[in-house]
């Protein structure tokens, strides 16, 4: 089973950046998504954005779009998520996912993002 490893999370003011990373412990080779989740308080599990593995596609979330910029390093087995021009809505616990097609399967621990205004 996939073991995801979040970091790089912290306590941003509105209209600053963060990039966070995520490493994951098995070849990357077997995994076909990687994406980005958060949860605010109170609140429901969200989709941020997702990267395709081989093909380096991505998806984002309107509400990201045009801010954030998911990337991956095949090398290091790592995903990061670039985070410009934050606001206080994006403040909540970021988590990593691994995924198939269909599914994810394989969740890191999560980091927190605080975005103060």
């Known amino acids: 089973q996939v073991q995801l490893v979040e970091s790089g999370g912290g306590l941003v003011q509105a209209g600053g950046s963060l990039r966070l990373s995520c490493a994951a412990s098995e070849r990357t080779l077997s995994i076909y998504r990687m994406g980005w989740f958060r949860q605010a308080p109170g609140k429901e599990r969200e989709f941020v954005a997702h990267?395709?593995?081989?093909?380096?596609?991505?998806y984002y979330a309107d509400s990201v779009k045009g801010r954030f910029t998911i990337s991956r390093d095949s090398a290091k087995n790592t995903v990061y998520l670039q985070m410009n021009s934050l606001k206080p809505d994006d403040t909540a616990i970021y988590y990593c996912?691994?995924?198939?097609?269909?599914?994810?399967?394989?969740w890191g621990q999560g980091t927190q993002v605080t975005v103060s205004s």
């Open positions: 996912a691994a995924g198939s097609s269909y599914i994810w399967y394989g």
């Open positions: 990267i395709t593995w081989s093909a380096g596609s991505t």
